[in-house]
């Protein structure tokens, strides 16, 4: 189940890119396009959620002290303890209201995440396994076609079908028997012919045993030939027609690594990780998070390492550039929000929590006998 992440993508996020390659024929200019107006579509959720993080910020200090009070208060009396914290949510928001804006908005950004990781701009595999049985025992075993998920692959510049790899007569083979894999449409259109309509021999399969090379053997047309008894696994890739593509500084969309096999340094994907991580980082820093004292020490500890945590991820875990693009203009995105939202005034409400706050730092700063702490530490104004 893909909680509509496919429909959206093929159905939204396809025809939203169609639309900017239309206009400007880049493939990098349709990635930031698509970013930015996905980004707008799910600004109000968004922005949702960054209030909702700036009021937790000002209240929860005094929301945790009040908790306490009715621990101790009613400790005794878990009903009456329950009816003052419902109480308490109603005074000052339930924390957890901030998260359904997320949640609402989480498919329509893993469809986006989900376009960029597909055709045109990265190779599409395609896994076919394969059951090799002995001659004798092939017989007595009803065959019947095999198919893989359709996925959605790009042709030509702004066309693009639903093909699935086809066996038609089964992955069950017996020794000696040859076959044949097929790539189609989902209205049965072969590959072959689309390559002759649009001419573009770029997106022909490439075919690799994967699993059990001994047992099978596999030509480039992908006919494929039974060895020895046993199981085998088959991929096949259609090229992405704009994986070697480049934008900007970026040298080609599909991309992925850092560094190549050869120890050559990819500047590019380099370049796109420290600057995520240096904007995640900013970004913590105009949103802020809520708590004090110790726990304050703990978050901000937190926050310095959460973006280097990232970065790294993207080291060892390696994405396309386009995708890496989108990450990057998306995170720019965000920053610009949250600081547009944190100049926002506050509730008249909230506004009185902030000064009873900065009255009380700056009393206890006052204090002849306890230690100066520096404002930076002491304000948790917002």
């Given at each position: 189940?893909?909680f ?7 159905n ?5 890119l169609?639309?900017f ?21 799910v600004y109000?959720?968004s ?8 009021k ?11 908790q306490?009070e ?8 878990a009903a009456?303890?329950?009816?003052e914290?419902g109480?308490l ?6 924390p957890?209201a901030?998260c359904?804006?997320?949640?609402l908005?989480?498919p329509?950004?893993?469809a986006?995440?989900a376009?960029l990781?597909?055709s ?6 395609y896994?076919?396994d ?7 025992q092939?017989e007595n075993?009803q065959l019947?076609?095999f198919?893989t ?14 093909i ?9 083979l ?7 894999i097929?790539?189609q ?10 390559v002759?309509e649009y ?5 022909l ?6 699993k ?8 480039e ?5 039974a ?10 890739t259609?090229?992405g027609?704009a ?5 900007l ?10 560094v190549?096999a050869?120890?050559?340094i990819n500047?590019?994907i ?6 995520f991580?240096?904007s995640?980082y900013v ?9 004090g004292?110790a ?5 901000q ?6 973006p ?9 875990f390696?994405l396309?550039?386009g995708?890496?693009m989108y990450i990057?203009?998306a995170n720019?995105f965000q ?7 944190s100049?926002?005034?506050l509730?008249?409400?909230l ?13 206890r700063?006052?204090l002849?006998?306890e230690r100066?702490?520096s ?8």
């Amino acid at each position: 189940m893909d909680f509509g992440i496919g429909f959206l993508s093929n159905n939204v996020m396809l025809p939203i890119l169609d639309f900017f390659y239309g206009i400007v024929p880049s493939y990098g200019f349709a990635i930031v396009a698509l970013t930015l107006v996905i980004r707008f579509a799910v600004y109000p959720l968004s922005a949702g959620q960054i209030r909702n993080m700036r009021k937790m910020k000002i209240t929860q200090p005094l929301m945790k002290e009040r908790q306490e009070e009715i621990k101790k208060r009613y400790k005794d009396d878990a009903a009456k303890q329950q009816e003052e914290m419902g109480k308490l949510m109603q005074e000052f928001g339930n924390p957890l209201a901030g998260c359904l804006p997320l949640l609402l908005q989480m498919p329509i950004l893993f469809a986006l995440f989900a376009t960029l990781r597909g055709s045109p701009f990265t190779d599409i595999n395609y896994t076919v396994d394969v059951q090799i049985f002995p001659p004798e025992q092939i017989e007595n075993i009803q065959l019947a076609p095999f198919a893989t998920k359709p996925q959605n692959i790009y042709i030509n510049d702004g066309v693009h079908y639903q093909i699935a790899a086809l066996l038609p007569g089964g992955n069950k083979l017996g020794v000696g028997e040859s076959s044949k894999i097929e790539f189609q449409t989902t209205e049965g259109k072969p590959i072959e012919k689309l390559v002759a309509e649009y001419d573009n021999r770029d997106i022909l399969p490439r075919w690799e045993v994967t699993k059990g090379s001994e047992r099978l053997q596999i030509q480039e047309d992908g006919t494929l030939e039974a060895l020895e008894v046993g199981t085998a696994t088959i991929q096949g890739t259609i090229p992405g027609i704009a994986a070697n593509k480049g934008f900007l500084f970026i040298k080609a969309l599909g991309r992925t690594g850092a560094v190549t096999a050869d120890g050559t340094i990819n500047w590019d994907i380099l370049v796109m990780v420290l600057f995520f991580g240096i904007s995640l980082y900013v970004n913590q820093q105009i949103s802020g998070q809520p708590g004090g004292g110790a726990n304050e020490q703990q978050q901000q500890t937190i926050n310095k390492l959460t973006p280097v945590l990232f970065s790294g991820m993207f080291l060892f875990f390696p994405l396309p550039a386009g995708v890496l693009m989108y990450i990057v203009i998306a995170n720019i995105f965000q920053m610009a929000q949250t600081f547009i939202l944190s100049q926002e005034p506050l509730p008249e409400n909230l506004q009185k929590l902030v000064e009873q706050q900065e009255k009380a730092v700056q009393k206890r700063e006052a204090l002849p006998f306890e230690r100066k702490r520096s404002k930076k530490k002491g304000s948790t104004s917002g």
